[in-house]
């Protein structure tokens, strides 16, 4: 098999602010036609990674490449990425045509090929037709989808996405995170996306980088990071921190260290129920019950202390799941399920 090449590798990349290390030795391989995220945060230094690798901010230290060529010194305008913003501001009194023309205008591109790699460009957004409309007659997500033809028109072996979804409101931004990796996958363009929203890294990334501090604390896959979390706070901020540590873990598992189980993994029994083979179980009291639509989460206060959240989907007719609060129950689990974090 042919080993996929690197579009952008990052080494001891570093960089800070006054007193503040923003980013802080960071080293990753972003592969050719991979969606990779970053995902972090407020403040863990995603974002001045993106604009250290468009070229709009230097690093103090470490080494920028692009396609197997040091870039680290090289201007913004001379690198072979295009940047989204989540702050896409489209021309008001241009058409939604001449907007994505402008920058092969620029460069002075001849009109013709102008024409005809907007027309291509509006296309693989799904916004064929729609050339002459202004922005104003666009819905939020279509003029979302014209500030990425924007970019896809200079054909850049890059685009760098921060937060562009994060103006829309929650509907429309699920159906663009579908949207957007169709499109990244028609496209076949490397994709590095900035966010802090963990649900819409698990949907559209190939893999997650998640910062913590200026540093990566897990690069993987979504199932990688989401069910083998490398750090406590991996487990907590890539969904709910179901942890199990110290003396409740012996009590539990029979050994200590931290311990991570999903919230979905677990089932809510009856004190008596049989808990079956290969199945670890512990016992507790419902401090709450949430129904949220598809599925319910309970809270259960352990006995041998700490709690932990389980979710049951609510696929047959609900019972009146409230009752449950104040109830001992037991909540069990298959022990393939359950995940040492750190010994
Ligand atoms: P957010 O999701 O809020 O954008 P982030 O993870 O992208 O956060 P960065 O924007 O990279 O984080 O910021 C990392 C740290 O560097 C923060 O503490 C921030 O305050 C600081 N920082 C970033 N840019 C500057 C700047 N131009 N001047 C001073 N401090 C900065």
Excluded: C
Excluded at 51 to 57: Q, T, V
Excluded at 103 to 114: C, D, N, T
Excluded at 267 to 277: A, E, I, R
Excluded at 295 to 316: C, H, I, K, P
Aim: net charge negative; proline share 4%.
């Amino acid at each position: 098999m042919v080993e996929p090449s690197v579009a952008i590798r990052l080494r001891n990349l570093s960089r800070s602010f006054g007193d503040v290390v923003a980013v802080n030795g960071v080293d990753l391989d972003v592969l050719d036609g991979e969606f990779l995220t970053l995902l972090g945060p407020s403040g863990s230094g995603k974002t001045t990674v993106l604009r250290m690798i468009a070229g709009f901010e230097r690093p103090d230290g470490g080494t920028i490449e692009l396609a197997g060529v040091d870039v680290t010194n090289t201007p913004p305008y001379a690198r072979d990425v295009n940047t989204v913003f989540q702050d896409y501001a489209l021309f008001p009194h241009m058409s939604v045509q001449k907007n994505i023309e402008y920058g092969l205008k620029v460069k002075k591109v001849p009109s013709a090929e102008r024409v005809a790699r907007a027309t291509e460009a509006l296309e693989s957004v799904r916004l064929g037709g729609y050339g002459d409309r202004a922005p104003s007659q666009l819905s939020g997500g279509q003029r979302q989808r014209v500030a990425l033809a924007r970019a896809l028109v200079n054909r850049p072996k890059v685009l760098l996405l921060d937060e562009p979804l994060g103006a829309l409101d929650l509907k429309l931004r699920e159906q663009m995170q579908v949207e957007l990796k169709e499109i990244q996958r028609d496209v076949g363009i490397t994709f590095v996306f900035v966010t802090h929203d963990q649900d819409e890294a698990l949907t559209m990334s190939d893999r997650i980088a998640v910062f913590s501090e200026g540093r990566i604390a897990q690069l993987g896959s979504p199932t990688d990071v989401y069910e083998h979390p490398a750090t406590p706070f991996v487990a907590g901020f890539v969904g709910t921190s179901n942890l199990l540590e110290g003396d409740a873990a012996r009590a539990v598992l029979g050994r200590g260290g931290t311990w991570s189980v999903r919230p979905e993994k677990i089932q809510v029994l009856g004190v008596d129920d049989p808990v079956g083979d290969g199945r670890h179980a512990v016992r507790g009291r419902v401090r709450e019950v949430v129904y949220v639509g598809m599925s319910t989460r309970f809270v259960v206060d352990l006995a041998v202390g700490g709690s932990l959240m389980a979710v049951q989907q609510n696929s047959e007719l609900s019972a009146d799941l409230n009752g449950l609060r104040g109830q001992d129950v037991q909540l069990a689990w298959d022990s393939r399920h359950e995940y040492l974090v750190t010994e």
